[in-house]
């Protein structure tokens, strides 16, 4: 049996529910597209990078939003409110059996992987496109390109807002603001080892796209916002990164910091954090003056760590994690630089799960949205030559920690109810 992973690589359905919710507009044709150096109608509001939780999906102010595979390769669209503790589909229907086209959580296969980002105002739906897998087009056709849906947070009204062509792919992480939703759409026209890089600007309300292609760097994604700048972050060499701001107004490029030393990044209230992976030392990147502040941590005092990387930062500090003795952790670094081993763990049906550090995947509020279990389980999905093959899915039984027992290692969790 083969685990798949679904990540973003810039990183990345069912009869019987009734009517389905009328479209807000759009008639998901192809996007006018203009290729140039980017030149937006300036706005006063700011931006914001999605999917900065987890890969694993995406949470806004009142809930968080994943997709779950079912058997044939489709995706149902699931929600946890946390108003009420519940993990259901993203369905008002009654009587749904969530399985089909009439059903608003309910998304088709289409040879090509799916993600899901929130915001308090809309939910997008993407898929990243198949541009080496020329079954995934011959039986899919213009499904599987890469396409952007909006919908309501409730679930309402989906339309598709803008498409690309066979040869791309997003490979990055979004952001959105001011009614325009950026990406990166990469052209692998040339075959795999190529592409072109694209900033795309989709206007929301016309699905109108202008991109960008004066940036060129290698393996460029984003990683952040702050006012009316995208972080860019590339690679350098095998283990050296870049950042820089773009303006999305001006096209400007301006250089906030090339690492001398392997780091790990996040962004997190106008600020770009790094972490020095080999020496614990965090660097925070103010991103709107580029001022720079440094904490020096113990976070390799007395410690042997590999594979280092900052997974989450909180109000209360910055959660890494490390392998130590072969066992994954996580190592809570508190804003003196105090280093504490976290001692929560989250179980699993599966003995080759070794990596069981409490993942964050959204911090509602004074708490932190986690999994302290996981349990897989096998759906079939579509495979070349018509071939089906088994993948497992990875079945999270969420939980509520406040902040205060995720870093005292209390496992106080208020689990979340998952209803089919």
């Not at 150096?37 to 931006?47: E, N, R």
């Not at 020329?134 to 849906?149: K, N």
């Not at 994954?328 to 699993?348: C, M, P, V």
């Not at 409490?358 to 509020?365: E, R, S, T």
Request: net charge negative; hydrophobic share 35%.
């Amino acid at each position: 049996m083969k685990r798949l992973v679904a990540i973003l690589t810039a990183c990345l359905l069912l009869a019987g529910c009734g009517a389905a919710p009328a479209p807000s507009g759009g008639s998901g044709a192809a996007a006018e597209s203009e290729t140039a150096q980017v030149t937006l109608p300036t706005a006063s509001g700011g931006l914001k990078a999605l999917g900065q939780d987890t890969a694993f999906g995406s949470g806004n102010s009142s809930g968080y939003y994943y997709l779950s595979t079912l058997d044939g390769g489709a995706s149902l669209l699931r929600y946890i409110d946390y108003a009420t503790g519940e993990d259901l589909p993203l369905c008002s229907q009654p009587n749904c059996s969530h399985s089909g086209e009439t059903c608003p959580a309910w998304f088709a296969y289409s040879g090509t992987s799916a993600n899901v980002y929130a915001t308090d105002e809309q939910v997008f739906v993407t898929f990243n496109g198949s541009p080496w897998d020329s079954d995934a087009f011959a039986e899919y056709r213009e499904a599987a390109l890469p396409r952007v849906l909006t919908l309501a947070p409730d679930g309402s009204g989906r339309r598709e807002v803008a498409r690309f062509g066979a040869s791309d792919a997003f490979t990055s992480l979004p952001a959105a603001g001011d009614g325009t939703f950026y990406t990166i759409v990469t052209d692998y026209g040339e075959g795999e080892g190529s592409g072109e890089k694209r900033i795309a600007a989709i206007d929301l309300a016309t699905g109108k796209v202008t991109t960008d292609n004066s940036v060129q760097r290698r393996e460029m994604r984003i990683v952040g916002a702050a006012g009316r700048e995208l972080v860019l972050q590339s690679v350098v060499s095998d283990t050296l990164n870049a950042y820089a701001a773009y303006n999305v107004d001006s096209g400007e490029l301006r250089e906030l910091y090339n690492s001398a030393e392997p780091v790990s990044a996040a962004c997190r209230d106008g600020a770009l954090i790094l972490l020095e992976t080999q020496t614990g030392t965090l660097r925070r990147i103010q991103i709107a003056t580029g001022e720079k502040t440094t904490l020096s941590t113990d976070l390799f005092s007395g410690r042997s760590l590999d594979f280092v990387i900052l997974a989450s930062v909180t109000g209360a500090g910055y959660v890494v994690q490390a392998h130590e003795d072969r066992t994954a952790y996580n190592f809570l670094i508190d804003q003196t630089g105090k280093t504490t081993r976290q001692e929560l763990f989250a179980d699993s049906t599966d003995p080759r799960d070794t990596m069981r550090m409490l993942n964050v995947f959204a911090q509602p509020g004074g708490d932190y949205l986690v999994a302290p279990s996981l349990s897989y389980r096998t759906v079939k999905v579509p495979g070349s030559g018509g071939i089906s093959y088994g993948i497992d899915e990875p079945v999270h039984a969420f939980a509520l920690i406040s902040e205060a027992d995720f870093w005292a290692s209390k496992p106080n969790y208020r689990p979340v109810t998952r209803l089919e």
